[in-house]
């Protein structure tokens, strides 16, 4: 039962304590098992040093990594046992990772004392420099073993790796760095190198994040129900005398979280440094993805089928199955029994996009029309007709896919059977051939049964002090005259039939007459902002068209109007409520683009006060700072969403704003929050317009409801993104547009059937821009099993990333911090550690064996468990950890991806006249050079990063300017050179910015200077400034989570 997988390297020998220059005293092992028990008594962990130095590690002599991994060994605990040796196989699968050119050098060295390993361990298997300054090794000890060049052997015929007879090749192996290990031929004292250089810690040290995730497995398949009960041991360690002298540094309470790690200062035998190429790579998975897949037709007309990665350019043609864009799913494999999923820990969840945009040369979705009756439906589970009915009895009756009830076929519906039975008519009728269509909706499923009007947008600026005098509502203002031309519209319709209107406000508010018939626009003051209302009917939400030039004219006086103001105090609350009164009025549904740019405080409802307090943070109460302060704002979102009213909100703060507040309502009905922090026009203008450009534009349905309907046996039971739910099964959004996606959790209620599978059906009720009321659905079939190997064969990393980013982040709102990771680290152990038990072949334990489709998945989850929301760092502040934990809710499978693994791309070496853009590196300092150029982007921040080596002709190309030296900081755009470098940047550079849901501003960074610390946060493979593991220390402890839980 093994299964295709990713293999790498033998495990190295282990020394014994007790031997070899080593006193006996050493050799007793602690008394409990060597990790994960952080409720014990401390052992000397170090924690890592905040700049981890060049700490290279050792492995045995003669025994090179291969190019794959490197590998732990079991016998932690046999102290008396003689190490052992595996032959070395050779280069893995070429499927993962190019041969490596360089001879890779190992050196012998000692083996510590067990209650050393765990921090050597560590050290074992740093990534490199991460230290400001360089750190001196010593020089190799005369007496070490010859060293031994390795070459790795010419990647094997058919993609097959071939392997040792020790290591079978479908497995997904990766053995570990250990301890470093000692060979048994090397004579001479334990520590034959002078100690290391340099102080024992560069920086100050990491915190533990508390204990560092120990706890009980966590609930259910991706439960954070409740948090563990292993709360008892000491928060940090004490300070302990390190083994070879000095203080080793404990992590202090105080700070950010990492994992135990390795003081740099622990002088031990001079080390050969691990190969960071030897341990899964997202982006060669990425890169692999592509030759695969890219640029080819992915049909969906197979049960259970996994698509091409987000991040692969394929063509998606519907033949039956829901596109990947609109459904995508953790696995397409779902266990046929409760059991079975309760023991593998994977979750089953599906990430629906139900608005996502379709690439052009792919086919819109049908409308289909049934008239008066309206869409066809089952009696019993009101599923909709879909290509997962059977017709049966000639055609006249139907049984419903999800629930089994046969229906009736209603006299227009009816068509004979072929001799296949299929309706005769199957190809011609898209509901019966296709994942995704409309249909047109009746007056039954419209409010009060009449039909709906068209949606309204209303744009609400604030005109106190800050935004007169910064500039931003001339801006506003300015920009608003000829994007109004761009409001959504119907395909094959001249204009749009929206309506639009007009506030500003400080601390009253102004309403704004701007019917067509008017020479002038009229202004209305409320001034009472406790009991609001909208004091005109008529002529305040109007067609743009008809009333451009009295809109014109308004937008041209709003910023004379208020240009003397010394208003500073703002209302908030009062402003949503407005809006929505607004709606009521005028029955339709719509959106509100607010403007704002301080915290809330004149005396009105919704008033807040500042509540941060940096000293919550790693405490129990941290949540709090989360958590939107209730009353007003909660039932403001329950009347916007009961109104079809979405808020989209864009913040322009100096300071804290209470952002978990403000964002409360925007959150729950659909809408987005856009900040920028320290507003200036002449640096975030371009950015700030780019943001309101795409987000008045954008494809959208208002006034939504949304259903998952699934086949018996299982049943959706949680739901995460910028919603409401009034019940348990209804999905309601105010709006939803394009980029936004809903992640439904599913959960057996009852054994699955390997025959027929799991059906999925998501339908969709919405407004569109002209008025009309649909119904979209989108359909998805999965395979299930029994054999736990399928269901991991068929996982999806990225979709997994996306689930637990969300549950996580719902899951801060209500416990510790310290809970959630823990709860985090445990399901990934346990995932790993039931694919290591139940699917993979055998093999030595030391060996770390991860499913082919989740290698990379610990990246991900390190990068996750690092991020602003999850890192208890007084240094993040509070807003912007609360914006982060709120996008992230609403976000799609591609968006998290990208967020969580940014893109590094070089762009020093790149062919300036080829059309493909440069491939991706890995997120590490060990990627960059002194002498390149690099573009970062994630989504969200995007920088151009350039080594202080530049070569004078790239600064000069690229920015006009002699040197780097010459280069002034905070400019945000590369200025338009007519040079091919510069053309070929620039285009990468408006390429990305044109694919991202979001604007990113461009900051530019020369190597060593202080945005260089910002820039290097995004490095996800690296320490973290903040507290976190890198890749390789994350890999190493859930490595040997594994094996706790597998002995």
Request: aromatic share 8%.
């Amino acid at each position: 039962m093994s299964q295709q997988g990713y293999v790498a390297a033998p495990p190295y020998s282990q020394a014994q304590p007790g031997m070899g220059g080593y006193q006996g005293g050493f050799g007793t092992g602690p008394a409990q098992p060597l990790y994960g028990h952080y409720g014990g008594p401390p052992q000397a962990f170090a924690a890592p040093p905040t700049a981890m130095m060049k700490s290279p590690v050792s492995p045995a002599a003669g025994m090179p990594p291969p190019p794959v991994s490197t590998q732990y060994n079991p016998n932690i605990q046999q102290n008396g046992a003689h190490p052992q040796r595996y032959p070395a196989p050779p280069a893995a699968s070429a499927a993962y990772g190019q041969p490596q050119q360089s001879p890779y050098n190992t050196m012998a060295s000692q083996g510590p004392p067990p209650t050393q390993q765990l921090t050597n361990q560590m050290s074992a298997m740093n990534l490199g420099n991460y230290a400001p300054g360089p750190m001196q090794s010593p020089p190799p000890p005369t007496s070490s073993v010859a060293q031994q060049p390795f070459q790795t052997s010419p990647p094997p015929a058919m993609g097959q790796p071939q392997m040792p007879p020790g290591l079978q090749s479908p497995q997904a192996t990766m053995p570990m760095a250990g301890p470093p290990m000692r060979a048994p031929q090397m004579a001479g004292p334990p520590m034959a190198g002078p100690p290391m250089a340099g102080p024992p810690m560069a920086g100050p040290p990491m915190a533990g994040m508390g204990r560092p995730f120990p706890g009980p497995p966590p609930p259910g398949p991706g439960g954070f129900q409740q948090p563990g009960p292993g709360a008892a041991g000491p928060p940090g360690y004490p300070q302990q005398a390190g083994q070879f002298g000095g203080q080793m540094a404990g992590p202090q309470p105080g700070m950010p979280g990492a994992f135990p790690g390795a003081a740099a200062g622990l002088a031990g035998p001079p080390q050969k440094k691990l190969d960071p190429d030897s341990i899964p790579s997202t982006t060669q998975v990425i890169e692999d993805d592509k030759v695969k897949q890219g640029g080819q037709v992915f049909s969906t007309n197979m049960r259970g089928q996994v698509p091409p990665l987000v991040t692969t350019d394929f063509t998606v043609q519907d033949q039956g199955n829901a596109s990947p864009r609109f459904m995508r799913c953790t696995t397409y494999t779902l266990p046929c029994t409760a059991d079975l999923a309760k023991q593998c820990q994977v979750p089953l969840a599906c990430v629906i996009k139900p608005f996502a945009s379709l690439p052009k040369n792919e086919t819109p979705l049908y409308v289909v029309n049934h008239g008066e009756t309206g869409p066809i439906r089952c009696n019993r589970c009101k599923a909709y007709m879909c290509p997962y009915m059977q017709f049966i009895d000639g055609g006249r009756r139907y049984q419903c896919g999800f629930c089994n009830c046969v229906n009736e076929v209603p006299a227009f519906y009816f068509q004979h059977l072929d001799h296949m039975g299929r309706r005769v008519d199957f190809y011609e009728r898209p509901e019966l051939s296709l994942g995704s269509y409309e249909f047109v909706a009746t007056l039954d499923y419209c409010k009060n049964n009449k039909p709906a009007d068209p949606p309204a947008y209303i744009f609400m600026i604030d005109v106190s002090y800050n935004n007169i005098k910064s500039g931003l509502v001339k801006l506003i203002c300015d920009e608003l005259k000829t994007l109004l031309d761009n409001l959504p519209r119907e395909d094959g319709t001249e204009s749009s039939a929206m309506k639009v209107g007009f506030v500003t406000y400080n601390k009253i508010l102004h309403f704004y007459n701007v019917k067509s018939a008017l020479a002038q626009p009229q202004m209305m003051v409320v001034s009472d902002t406790a009991e609001m209302f909208v004091p005109l009917l008529d002529g305040f939400l109007v067609n743009y068209q008809e009333s451009k030039a009295v809109i014109s004219n308004l937008l041209d006086q709003i910023p004379d109007m208020f240009a003397d103001t010394n208003e500073s105090e703002t209302v908030f609350a009062p402003v949503i409520q407005a809006g929505v009164e607004a709606f009521k009025a005028a029955e339709c549904s719509g959106k509100l683009f607010i403007f704002h740019s301080s915290m809330p405080t004149a005396e009105a409802p919704g008033k807040l006060k500042n509540r941060d307090d940096k000293k919550l943070v790693n405490t129990e109460k941290e949540k709090t700072l989360f958590q939107p302060q209730k009353a007003v704002y909660e039932q403001l979102s329950k009347d916007c969403v009961a109104q079809g009213c979405c808020v989209d909100l864009f913040l322009f703060p100096s300071q804290y704003v209470d952002l978990a507040t403000m964002a409360d309502v925007p959150s729950h009905t659909g809408g987005s929050v856009y900040k920028y922090n320290n507003f200036q026009v002449e640096i975030d203008g371009e950015h700030f317009l780019r943001d309101l450009r795409k987000d008045v534009q954008k494809s959208i349905g208002f006034d939504t409801i949304m259903r998952v309907r699934t086949s018996t046996g299982f049943r959706a039971t949680d739901f995460f993104g910028a919603i409401h739910m009034n019940n348990t099964t209804d999905i309601e959004m105010a709006a939803v547009d394009c980029d936004k996606a809903v992640t439904v959790e599913l959960k057996h209620d009852d054994t699955l059937n390997e025959e027929t599978g799991a059906l999925m059906q998501c339908a969709l009720l919405y407004t569109t821009t002209s008025g009309q009321r649909r119904l979209r659905i989108h359909n998805l079939s999965l395979n299930c099993s029994s054999q736990l190997s399928e269901l991991y064969k068929s996982c999806e990393t990225d979709s997994l990333i996306n689930f637990f980013a969300k549950s996580a982040y719902r899951a801060i709102l209500n416990q510790p911090l310290k809970n959630v990771r823990e709860i985090l680290v445990n399901q990934t152990a346990h995932m790993l550690a039931c694919y290591r038990k139940n699917c993979a072949s055998p093999s030595a334990a030391s060996q770390l064996i991860l499913p082919d489709a989740m290698k990379v998945f610990p990246v991900y989850m390190n990068s996750l468990m690092k991020s602003a929301p999850l890192v208890g760092s007084t240094e993040l502040p509070t807003d912007d950890r609360a914006h982060q934990r709120l996008s992230v809710m609403a976000m799609g499978v591609e968006d998290t991806q990208l967020l969580l693994y940014p893109r590094l791309i070089p762009l020093h070496n790149m062919d300036v006249s080829s059309e493909a853009l440069p491939a991706p590196l890995r997120c590490s300092e060990e990627r960059l050079t002194d002498s390149g150029m690099f573009l970062l982007e994630n989504g969200h921040s995007m920088f151009l990063w350039l080594g202080q080596a530049s070569p004078p002709d790239l600064i000069q190309s690229l920015f006009n300017l002699p040197s780097l030296a010459h280069l002034q900081g905070h400019m945000s755009a590369l200025p338009e050179l007519d040079n091919p470098l510069s053309k070929k940047v620039r285009s990468i550079i408006s390429g990305l910015l044109e694919k991202r849901p979001n604007s990113m501003k461009l900051q530019i960074v020369r190597q060593k200077d202080k945005p260089d610390m910002l820039f290097r946060q995004f490095l996800v493979e690296d320490k973290s400034l903040h507290g976190g593991a890198s890749y390789m220390d994350f890999l190493c402890y859930v490595h040997r989570e594994i094996r706790q839980l597998l002995t």
